[in-house]
């Protein structure tokens, strides 16, 4: 069954007829994702790949029965773009688009919370369920069905886990791409309570970097909940101190933030954290 | 992107919340035509934080003695942070200092307000010593920070009467700034009671940098070097370190994790720049072009794993503009067969893993590779 989207996933693409919309979509298509419809203001009526484009969601969803929806759109268009697939109850969302202002994410994730909608991202890579459902633009081959749960902060490093993983022979489940910006709609700590609950994953990967508290909130909640084996990268232990902390930041924060600290957290709930990114799948394996 | 003071006061003014007058100058002879009341404080303006204790704010009584401390201000060292400018404002008789902040925080996805009534110090040692001095009130994006809200908090600070009002009305104009400019933090420290009024004697607004395309109006950021900003102008992120190999990368997590590999290697990265998601051709030349414009640069470490990056659009930009030094390219993930048969095709090799493309580009900068670490 794995997690947030497999088989049953029917799929809206808003930004189909743009360039990385296009070029994800075919991709998707080829990696078994049912996409069904696509959104594009102005291109109604045409058709990308063989899919269906509609001036809107509602439409869109009236006629396809679409369940989910993946945007593409520019950073300024796709706050709207969000709002409108949480308002048509397209769940989960999942937002591809880089670039896209803080305030514009925190109106959506508020949004998609009073909605009971998941959202993913933004500036994230989407969520592979392999032999199911890509939704997103991570690279399909490197994926094979399998028992790992992969949630992530970024979407490089999970490709490069996941490639990693499946040359060991460890096949995954799902891979949760959470997002690079400083407010995504869902956590760490939500995404362990998907997999830990979840039949079909055996372990977990955790892949995260510096700044917020996100690693140390899913070091709280493992050494809780979690008997699952869990495996951890933390991006970021030589990277200069950020530019970007600012004072009322740091107090809700506090000490945390830093590679070490969340190195520490992990390690100390139990979590074998490699030092580097090829270490990760010999250090899962070494707890099966 | 962070403001001086004297850039977030004009904002501040904007917004009708109380500063004191004064006018920003860059030499100590322009003091003489300010028309300010003395006595009055000179203030260096610069982003580090902890100036004061550094000499950098003084207080002066005349015009010349205004000038003389402009002088010494002016040319100082804070923090590695040369000043260039400095604030003069007619000084304010404080009484009492408060803390109020509108802020995002990450882990609740939302904005919230921080208030204190143990302001003038930083907020984080308040955090630390007396943390039950912070009030904090989290705010509904869809309802904004209405003024109820905004007289609940100010109760919880202690104000009354008058006060009160105004607190309200600094407090929820202070919010429309914060939300309007795309602020990531607004923040006044301290906000002051002068003479029974509230006045905001410090501003702080640090800006989102991905909603500048909505405030055209806004002054252009001074923390980023020339080629930083250069960046910045063709949508890449780059930043300046102080090895001698420099990086290029696709996503921020993968282009941090190349830094701790090299250093893994024994190598030190120069600079970097993460050429995000959807790098075109086009970009991936520009990024070369920016990268090895850094003097001292040995070898060049391109680590690039394609998600919405095509590895064939890579590899086109790279061989549009080919590295002038010695190079070690990783490309792998989508259209990578594409990628590195363009690359082949022009006698540039690229088949190596990241570990092992790492060491090379340690090797080519004259380092001594250590041993690859645990895998």
């Not at chain 1, 508020?110 to 969520?127: C, D, E, I, K, M």
Request: proline share 5%.
């Amino acid at each position: 069954m794995a997690i947030i989207v497999g088989g049953e996933t029917r799929l809206l693409v808003q930004g189909i007829t743009g360039y990385q919309g296009a070029f994800h979509t075919q991709l998707m298509l080829e990696a078994g994702t049912r996409v069904v419809a696509g959104v594009t203001p102005g291109k109604g009526g045409s058709r990308v790949h063989e899919v269906p484009v509609f001036e809107t969601v509602d439409e869109a969803v009236r006629d396809t029965g679409a369940n989910a929806c993946v945007i593409f759109v520019p950073a300024r268009f796709a706050r709207a773009a969000a709002l409108e697939a949480v308002q048509n109850r397209l769940d989960p969302v999942v937002i591809i688009t880089e670039g896209m202002p803080v305030h514009d994410a925190i109106e959506v994730v508020a949004y998609a919370r009073g909605h009971g909608v998941r959202v993913l991202g933004p500036n994230g890579p989407g969520v592979t369920t392999p032999g199911q459902c890509r939704v997103g633009i991570m690279p399909t081959h490197l994926f094979k069905p399998g028992a790992v749960g992969i949630v992530s902060r970024s979407g490089t490093l999970t490709y490069e886990i996941v490639a990693g993983l499946t040359r060991a022979g460890l096949g995954q489940s799902t891979a949760v791409g959470l997002g690079g910006d400083p407010v995504v709609g869902t956590s760490f700590v939500e995404a362990l309570e998907l997999f830990n609950a979840d039949p079909e994953t055996h372990a977990i990967v955790l892949i995260g970097e510096i700044g917020g508290n996100a690693e140390e909130d899913a070091a709280r909640y493992i050494a809780r909940h979690v008997k699952k084996p869990v495996a951890a990268y933390i991006a970021g232990r030589t990277a200069p101190p950020g530019k970007r902390m600012g004072h009322a930041g740091a107090v809700i924060s506090g000490t945390e933030g830093t590679a070490e600290h969340k190195v520490m957290a992990l390690e100390a709930a139990g979590v074998a954290v490699a030092p580097l990114v090829s270490g990760v799948p010999a250090l899962l394996k070494a707890r099966l | 992107m962070n403001l001086h003071e004297y850039q977030a006061k004009e904002v501040f003014g904007r917004y009708g919340l109380p500063v004191q007058r004064g006018t920003v100058i860059e030499r100590p002879e322009q003091v003489a035509a300010l028309g300010l009341r003395y006595p009055v404080v000179v203030k260096a303006q610069v982003l580090v934080g902890g100036r004061g204790k550094a000499g950098g704010i003084k207080l002066a009584a005349t015009p010349a003695e205004a000038a003389e401390k402009a002088r010494a201000i002016l040319g100082m060292d804070i923090k590695g942070e040369r000043v260039t400018r400095v604030l003069v404002v007619e000084a304010a008789e404080i009484e009492t200092e408060f803390y109020l902040a509108f802020v995002t925080d990450r882990a609740a996805r939302r904005v919230a307000a921080i208030a204190s009534a143990a302001g003038g110090i930083e907020i984080e040692t308040v955090a630390q010593t007396s943390p039950e001095k912070i009030a904090r009130s989290d705010v509904d994006p869809f309802l904004g920070f209405p003024p109820f809200q905004a007289r609940a908090l100010g109760r919880r600070l202690g104000f009354a009467g008058a006060q009160l009002d105004e607190f309200v009305r600094i407090a929820t104009a202070l919010y429309r700034l914060y939300w309007t400019e795309d602020a990531d933090l607004a923040e006044i420290n301290p906000l002051a009671l002068v003479g029974g009024h509230l006045l905001c004697v410090d501003a702080k607004l640090i800006l989102d940098d991905n909603a500048a395309y909505r405030h055209a109006d806004l002054p252009a950021s001074e923390e980023l070097t020339p080629l930083e900003r250069e960046a910045r102008e063709h949508g890449l992120a780059y930043v300046e370190l102080d090895g001698d190999i420099a990086v290029i990368g696709n996503g921020a997590g993968l282009v941090m994790s190349t830094l701790d590999l090299l250093a893994h290697f024994g190598g030190r990265a120069a600079n970097f720049l993460d050429i995000g998601g959807g790098a075109s051709a086009e970009s991936m030349q520009t990024a070369l072009g920016i990268v090895q414009r850094k003097p001292g640069i040995r070898s060049i470490f391109i680590n690039i794993f394609g998600g919405i990056t095509r590895c064939d659009d890579v590899a086109r930009g790279i061989v549009q503009n080919p590295p002038r030094v010695p190079a070690s390219i990783r490309l792998t993930g989508t259209n990578e067969e594409e990628g590195q048969r363009i690359l082949r095709d022009s006698g540039i090799a690229a088949g190596l893993d990241a570990d092992e493309a790492a060491r090379v580009a340690v090797e080519l900068a004259g380092g001594r590779a250590g041993k690859p670490g645990s895998r």
